[in-house]
């Protein structure tokens, strides 16, 4: 999220608010007579983390990823963290909340449009650094890359189920550590509990460093050692003064902090010694005392300025008045204080008598819920008669609106509601002139800042927080379903454990919770089609396969149609829902559809699933079972709660680039046995293990089966879940999803298998897209030699640990076709990840030695090979074992696609010869005109031979 204006005010007092902390390194030398130091925990924000480390060190997006080199960087980082005794734990975040959808459609949005301008500038332009970081987002392999890292060095991962932010800061609470990370947000999440955690923003931290003296500096030294400092004088000469001597700080003359840590090989062969690391570190408690606050009302002033949660009416109503952040802190503070102490009815109170309640708030809050309970609802079934608080309440579809708004039964919101007339009325006052407000901007502004006060002030720890159906991760979560098969569980148990080790990407569990799909952008050509929406795509309808294989498919009706209900005469514009953010569809998810006021657009709001207080009694069972409300749909689907509505499509909204857009598409969940059927009638024959599973599909639908006779009609069991399959079976599906049915061990390593198959794809795809411009389109056989031989060596060196390529090497300006086809391959190896995650390749057990994405794609050593038609210089690094091997896959990967290629750079040129001459004989035979003909433009003459190798009239480049 992230308060307006907060980073800015809060470096204004830093001093007062905040303390310079150094972590010292223990030497060796002395490291027996000390005491052993305390370790200090580092609760760190991964995402925000690994912003900063590619935009302060790297951020050259053009080169495509130099993955190796962040490697070492990031081995560089811990291992300086460990030898001042700080002990990392990384918190990555979960699934994308819905509340967060547009948050994150806006931000992709931007740098989809960012992404056109930033392809169309000129090499020179896309060099610049900073202009690569205002257009570019992260190379689209670099999480995966971090995350391998870490767990090879022992360092401590934590998938959480929401976003990492409140698990940051609950972490250093618990541990008296520092929250780490670049987010204002956490001068506010800090301020919960006893107040042990300090923020520390990633930007403060300096690594203390001393230079080795030389022999002369050495002996120097150790002179200046023996000097005391004192001066023996004689008796005359005692009131004089002394001359000064040299100070006995020689050694801190030679410390320099640095912004970075030193690399090991500096530290380990003694050209640097890494002294402490020095960090400031924040308090929210003493920022809330120089804003003359409770330290549990941050949340609300945070609110109240504006965040993520806040509206665009909201911030244009209250400080009218106030153009400057820094003052609309200040004032927000000021009313805050002002509206707290009158309902505590020491409105004429000095502030300093409010700081004998910190918890006050937190206080009321419990009080609350325990009157509740005590009415005759456990407050995690929120039966009718409680009186949950909207501070503490998960934001639902039911607004809070719609229950009793006194004082006394929901202070927070009666709070929440004098500061924002109190705001209203001080910026009429102050520009004398009152601006009207509707009722409903004031509800919609108060519903939003009591949204963000829950997601500030909910700690993971407390009962009910978060709350499971509000969260997409809680589909993975055990139940108690009755009739759900055994497998199914066993199937969930799987991805639940995998996603708690980081194998298990969150997308997959919004794909399943709420059928929403987020692309990850990269730098592509603007002019060409998304790699998202042609070869990925292709491969996503695998995943969402075999995804739904495990889930289910009965919160979604039976076609991708909607049905015509009785009264309703329009017609469903097809163009329209495809290509509008705002689709047509509601998404009912686990619950089913949700309920909408009149006159409402389905995505004028946006749907968390929770239940509501006013049904929660109806979905309890009666022996006080904890499942959800899923489980009820589940068990029946033709349950009112499943039909009140009409279902929405068996389909998955993918937001993906086109053009200089971030648009939805809808995406149809195609069954496994439909895909298998359609491949099996193109390819003509699958591998043994699908037919065998297409077999037990019919099987189960009533065919006959091995081993029955025609007398004897039998009904198998439904095949395992494509999860559940043998290592072979997911192995040949994986294979068959890339159009690599082929490209068996015998001929490709296990290890390069993924490359491999993502390069045939992208290939195959265009082949079939493209048509007759498929030669003008796909890729060279010099590319696909480029893309092989880079994949192959950066996978050796990695195992080496050795770095890939010298900078000095690196190509400086890579052309738009280089940039272009980097971030394709690297899009595509993410997706073939995504599918074997999907299928849990490789499981507990299982021999497969599938190597990550990142080990296969070099970024700078890819751009030399292109701008060198794939040929190895000396420079690469290349060895013959290596460029053996590269060979033997390029073999594979081109067997029945040789003549579907691109056209390399001197087959065009041939061709661009043979089509002037072709031009220039049919104007010399056009009456002697053939001098004008012959004039025409390098653009006119470029469309003319794309004509030719699109089919056009005749000519020799015809394909």
């Known amino acids: 999220m992230g308060v307006r204006g907060l980073t800015t005010f809060v470096q204004a007092y830093q001093g007062s608010i905040s303390e310079l902390r150094e972590y010292v390194v223990s030497q060796s030398s002395s490291s027996s007579s000390s005491t052993p130091s305390v370790t200090t925990t580092l609760a760190v924000d991964a995402l925000a983390w690994v912003f900063e480390i590619w935009l302060t060190n790297f951020g050259d997006a053009v080169q495509g990823g130099n993955y190796q080199d962040i490697t070492e960087h990031i081995k560089d980082v811990i291992h300086a963290w460990r030898l001042a005794h700080l002990e990392p734990v990384f918190i990555w975040d979960g699934a994308i909340p819905e509340l967060k959808t547009q948050t994150v459609l806006s931000r992709r949005g931007s740098v989809a449009a960012l992404n056109s301008a930033f392809m169309r500038s000129s090499p020179s332009t896309r060099a610049s650094k900073r202009f690569q970081a205002e257009c570019c987002s992260l190379p689209p392999l670099l999480i995966d890359c971090v995350r391998d890292v870490l767990r090879s060095l022992g360092v401590e991962n934590i998938a959480v189920e929401a976003e990492a932010d409140s698990a940051v800061a609950e972490l250093a609470e618990q541990t008296g550590g520092l929250a780490v990370s670049k987010d204002s947000d956490y001068f506010i999440l800090c301020s919960r509990g006893a107040g042990r955690a300090r923020y520390a923003p ?11 003296p030389v022999e002369g500096q050495e002996q120097a030294a150790e002179a200046m050692d023996d000097n005391d400092g004192f001066e023996a004088v004689s008796r005359g000469r005692r009131k004089k003064k002394a001359a000064p001597s040299p100070s006995n700080g020689s050694s801190s003359s030679r410390i320099t902090a640095l912004d970075q840590p030193p690399s090991r090989s500096t530290l380990l062969s003694g050209q640097l010694i890494l002294k402490s690391i020095r960090a400031r570190a924040f308090s929210s408690h003493a920022l809330a005392a120089r804003l003359k606050l409770p330290a549990p009302l941050l949340p609300l002033l945070a609110s109240v300025v504006g965040n993520d949660y806040s509206t665009t009416k909201q911030e244009s109503l209250l400080f009218r008045h106030i153009s400057n952040w820094a003052d609309r802190i200040q004032e927000a503070a000021a009313v805050i204080r002002l509206e707290w102490h009158s309902s505590l009815g020491i409105s004429k109170r000095p502030i300093a008598h409010a700081q004998a309640h910190p918890g006050g708030l937190q206080a009321r809050i419990a009080a609350d819920r325990r009157r509740a309970m005590l009415a005759g609802g456990d ?13 503490t309440a998960t934001p639902a579809q039911l607004r809070f609106s719609d229950l009793d ?23 009429d006052t102050a520009l004398h002139n009152a601006h009207y407000v509707t009722e409903g901007e004031k509800e919609a502004a108060v519903q939003s800042i009591i949204d963000g006060v829950a997601a500030y002030s909910l700690m993971i720890t407390q009962r009910g927080a978060p709350n499971l159906l509000a969260n997409p991760v809680a589909l993975l979560h055990p139940t108690k379903a009755r009739g759900r098969p055994a497998d199914v569980d066993e199937a969930m148990q799987l991805y639940r454990e995998a996603f708690s080790k980081l194998d298990f990407p969150p997308e997959h569990v919004g794909v399943m919770a709420q059928r929403v799909f987020f692309a990850v952008l990269a730098p592509e050509d603007p002019d060409l089609k998304s790699v998202h929406v042609g070869a990925a795509r292709r491969v996503r309808q695998w995943i969402y396969a075999v995804l739904f294989d495990v889930y289910g498919m009965n919160w979604a009706r039976e076609e991708m149609a909607e049905p015509v209900t009785e009264g309703s005469n329009e017609e469903v514009d097809d163009d329209n829902t495809a290509d509008s953010i705002n689709g047509s569809y509601g998404r009912g998810g686990v619950l089913g559809p949700p309920r909408y006021k009149e006159g409402e657009k389905p995505d004028d709001i946006i749907s968390v699933d929770t239940e509501s207080t006013l049904s929660a009694q109806a979905n309890v069972d009666d022996d006080d079972d904890d499942d959800d409300v899923r489980s009820l749909v589940d068990e029946n689907p033709s349950s009112p709660l499943a039909s009140e509505a009409i279902k929405p499509p068996p389909a998955v909204r993918e937001y993906v680039r086109k053009g200089d857009r971030y648009v939805g598409e809808l995406v149809e969940i195609v069954d496994l046995e439909s895909l298998l059927n359609e491949a099996s009638a193109s390819n003509g024959q699958l591998p043994a293990s699908l037919t065998a599973l297409l077999g037990q599909y019919a099987a189960a639908k009533g065919g006959v089966s091995n081993g029955h006779s025609d007398e004897e009609p039998h009904v198998d069991p439904p095949p395992p879940l494509a999860p559940l399959l043998p290592l072979h079976a997911r192995l040949d599906l994986y294979r068959l999803a890339l159009q690599s049915t082929d490209l068996q061990a015998g001929t490709v390593p296990l290890s390069l298998l993924p490359l491999a198959a993502c390069v045939r794809h992208l290939v195959a795809s265009i082949t079939q897209e493209a048509g007759e411009s498929k030669r003008r389109l796909n890729w060279t056989k010099a590319e696909i030699v480029s893309a092989i031989r880079a994949g192959c060596q950066a996978l050796r060196l990695a195992s080496e640990g050795r770095l890939v390529l010298d900078k000095e090497h690196w190509v400086s300006q890579p052309s738009v076709r280089g940039i272009h086809l980097a971030s394709t391959l690297q899009l595509m190896l993410r997706t073939a990840h995504d599918l074997s995650r999907s299928l849990l390749l490789p499981s507990s057990g299982d021999a497969a030695d599938l190597a990550p994405p990142h080990l296969l794609f070099d970024g700078p050593l890819f751009q030399l090979l292109l701008e060198n038609d794939g040929n190895a210089i000396e420079a690469m690094g290349l060895s013959k074992d290596c460029k053996a ?33 072709a031009r220039k004989a049919a104007g010399e035979g056009a009456n002697g005109v053939s001098s004008q003909s012959s004039k025409q433009r390098p653009g006119q003459q470029q469309k003319n031979l794309f004509d030719l190798l699109d089919g056009g009239s005749g000519g020799p480049g015809s394909p």
Do not use: I, W
């Open 202 to 212: 990633l930007d403060t931290f300096e690594y203390l460093v001393e230079q080795a």
């Open 379 to 391: 407050d995690d079934s929120r039966s009718e008669t409680s009186v949950a608080s909207s501070g």
């Open 885 to 917: 091997e590269a060979a033997s896959v390029v073999k594979a990967v081109l067997h029945g696609y040789e003549d579907d290629l691109g056209l390399d750079g001197e087959e065009l040129k041939r061709l661009r010869r043979e089509a002037k001459k």
């Open 405 to 427: 708004q006194s004082p006394v039964m929901d202070p927070v919101r009666a709070l929440v509601t004098a500061t924002l007339n109190a705001l209203l009325k001080r910026s």
